[in-house]
């Protein structure tokens, strides 16, 4: 029986986002959650990868929610969450791609007579995809590997108490958008990978509303989603599991594959497994396990 491809999650929030990704997929089908829940799983021509492509919905508790239940339901090996932001920084204009190495939620904190005192969360990307994202994106100036802002607010005027305290308490953020802090922090609390990519559509000012007519939102997103294929096709499937078509022997860590007997070779007396053994490799478990041996002849 051949390996199950293994599984990749890619989320959104709008319609456009959606349709950017859904382009580079093929042999696409429906898959529907018990409650609800759409995907799109296809095939991403090139690599071993089975996308499935989730439309959430706008808003940071939307994105928490089905982003949690995607990854109970699914199981994907990564999830990436790709669409548009705006732009928080000169050098960055419309149509660039920021992949997010920080998502900060913005808006953590305590109001007191003195002031607003700042409570920061934030996540950090995973550090196998930023890798993979390092290596994919290295040769185009337009790609920015740099943190962002997620908050459930349209930020549209730079000199507003939100642009503000952005830049006094958020200077390094490149950009701000709605759902990534939902997104990464339901993926931290499952264990799994996240990664935040998104295209560059505004400039998080007055004239967002122009740059939108103008037909920067589905450039950005395109250009976004062509970022998350850049990345899939440079990530290999985690620990070997799900490999299609095998082992990849080239740089495979030494635990991986069958364990040798006595004479490390299979077929001899020290055939694979050649004693009392159980394989968990690829297993996960959230407490002690326990087991009994019972003689029995051989």
């Known amino acids: 029986m051949p390996e199950l491809q293994p599984t990749v999650a890619v989320l959104t929030a709008l319609p456009l986002e959606y349709k950017a990704v859904q382009a ?15 995907a799109a799983v296809g095939q991403l021509p090139g690599t071993p990868w089975s996308v499935a492509l989730v439309e959430m919905g706008e808003g940071t508790l939307t994105a928490a929610a089905l982003t949690e239940r ?35 939620g913005i808006h953590g904190g305590k ?12 996540w950090r990307a995973s550090h196998r995809l930023t890798a993979a994202a390092r290596e994919a994106l290295r040769d185009d100036p337009h790609a920015h590997l740099k943190p962002i ?27 701000i958008e709605m759902e990534g802090s939902g997104v990464v922090s339901a993926v931290h609390l499952a264990g799994g990978d996240a990664l935040v990519i998104r295209g560059i559509s505004d ?15 589905p450039r950005a997103a395109e250009n976004a989603a062509a970022a998350a294929v850049a990345v899939l096709r440079e990530l290999r499937p985690f620990g070997g599991r799900g490999r299609v078509g095998g082992s990849d022997r080239e740089g495979e860590d030494s635990e991986e594959g ?24 690829g297993s996960t478990f959230n407490g002690p396990f326990i087991a009994k041996r019972v003689d029995r002849e051989r």
Do not use: C
């Not at 109001?111 to 934030?122: K, Q, S, W």
């Not at 997620?150 to 953020?173: F, I, M, Q, T």
């Open 24 to 38: 580079h997929l093929r042999d696409v089908r429906k898959r529907e959650h018990p409650r609800g829940t759409r």
């Open 70 to 104: 995607v990854m109970t339901w699914l199981e994907p090996q990564a999830v990436l969450f790709v669409g548009v932001a705006g732009s928080l920084k000169s050098d960055i204009g419309l149509g660039d791609v920021v992949v997010a190495t920080k998502v900060y």
């Open 111 to 122: 109001e007191t007579p003195e002031g607003f005192l700042v409570r920061p969360e934030v």
């Open 149 to 175: 802002a997620a908050g459930d607010v349209v930020l549209a005027a730079p000199r507003s108490a939100l642009a503000e305290h952005l830049r006094k308490h958020y200077n390094d953020a490149a950009a």
């Open 203 to 217: 400039r998080a000012d007055a004239d967002k509303s122009l740059a939108d007519g103008e037909g920067w939102q």
């Open 258 to 281: 069958p364990h040798r007997g006595a004479t490390g070779a299979a077929g001899a007396t020290g055939a694979a497994y050649g004693g009392d053994h159980l394989d968990f490799r």
